[in-house]
């Protein structure tokens, strides 16, 4: 695979770890706002942190459930959170308050994107939909009956022309971003759908799986290039690196992995089985700040990784 010959090119620290959290860490976001990061899980309220001091800021507002996603649109004062109950809420950062509470689905939000373009939001539920909205107005579009099964994960491709869903039934649809009609139906995982991410070029599609598998797709044809058997258990999360050739991948098995985006080796596990202060429980979401790798667990831990591409 690559691994061991050229891992010693990368070199990964861990540099910060933020407590204060009392349970699960599902999700977390960096603010438009440099050196902000915003989490959310099982406790009661989206912190914000600072990633200049590595410590916490205040509870920006508090919820009645488990937030499952937070998303930060460019371009609009916004952050919106997406809530076990299905409600979806607004907080203005100019106002520094929830301004309304998105009412529409009745089961969990999983997962939020936007696209900037048609400033439209969109919103995977558990109930198998989509749901549009308008960034503006904040009022309901329209909603896409996706799947029988929930709506786990979006990804949109660079350009804004395709939306790509991952749901529990196991397969990937892809969608038309200007009238939301059905291109594909892409089979090949065994199990649930639970990330996805299309490369910063926008060639290709990356899945990973509660089967463990990370699929790559070819996004003109969708045919699929590559399957790996990533991880032990589900793959929860993926991040491309900004600006260097890497993916993350991020898994219930608590280990995070980083693959060459032009060739799809793997080139470094961070887990405990190598050594590394990591996550004791399942990983449940990443994201790049620039070379800093920031992960969030189970374990009520957010742990910043600084990684060094020699």
């Keep these: ?79 919106f959170a997406g809530l076990r109950t299905g409600d979806v809420a607004v907080f203005d950062f100019l106002q520094q308050k929830v301004i309304t509470i998105l009412k529409h689905h009745t089961k969990p939000v999983f997962d939020i994107k936007s696209v900037s373009s048609k400033k439209e939001l969109l919103v995977a539920s558990e109930d198998g939909t989509v749901s549009i909205w308008n960034m503006e107005t904040l009022q309901l579009l329209h909603t896409i009956n996706v799947s029988n099964d929930t709506v786990r994960c979006i990804t949109i491709t660079p350009n804004e022309k395709q939306a790509a869903f991952g749901c529990r039934d196991n397969q990937i649809k892809i969608y038309d971003v200007e009238d939301y009609s059905l291109i594909k139906t892409l089979h090949g995982h065994t199990m649930a759908v639970f990330s996805l991410q299309y490369s910063l070029a926008g ?26 058997p990533a ?30 985006s032009d060739d799809f080796k793997l080139y470094k596990v961070i887990s405990r089985e190598k050594g590394y202060p990591g996550h004791v429980l399942s990983i449940n979401k990443l994201v790049w700040n620039g070379d800093d790798l920031i992960s969030v667990s189970d374990d009520k831990k957010i742990i910043v990784w600084s990684v060094q591409f020699d």
């Design 203 to 228: 060639d290709y599609l990356v899945s990973g799986s509660r089967d463990a598998q990370v699929k790559i797709w070819d996004s003109i044809s969708y045919n699929q290039i590559q399957n790996t």
């Design 1 to 79: 695979m690559g691994y061991g010959l050229w891992a010693n090119m990368i070199t990964v620290q861990k540099t910060a770890e933020l407590t204060g959290h009392s349970n699960p860490i599902f999700t977390l976001a960096l603010s438009q706002k440099p050196g902000i990061l915003f989490s959310g899980g099982n406790d009661k309220g989206v912190v914000e942190w600072s990633l200049k001091t590595n410590s916490f800021i205040k509870v920006m507002f508090p919820v009645p459930a488990s937030v499952y996603a937070i998303y930060c649109p460019e371009g609009f004062p916004l952050m």
């Design 231 to 260: 991880h032990l258990f589900a793959v929860n999360s993926i991040a491309f690196h900004p600006t260097q050739p890497y993916f993350a991948t991020a898994s219930m098995d608590k280990s995070i992995k980083l693959w060459g």
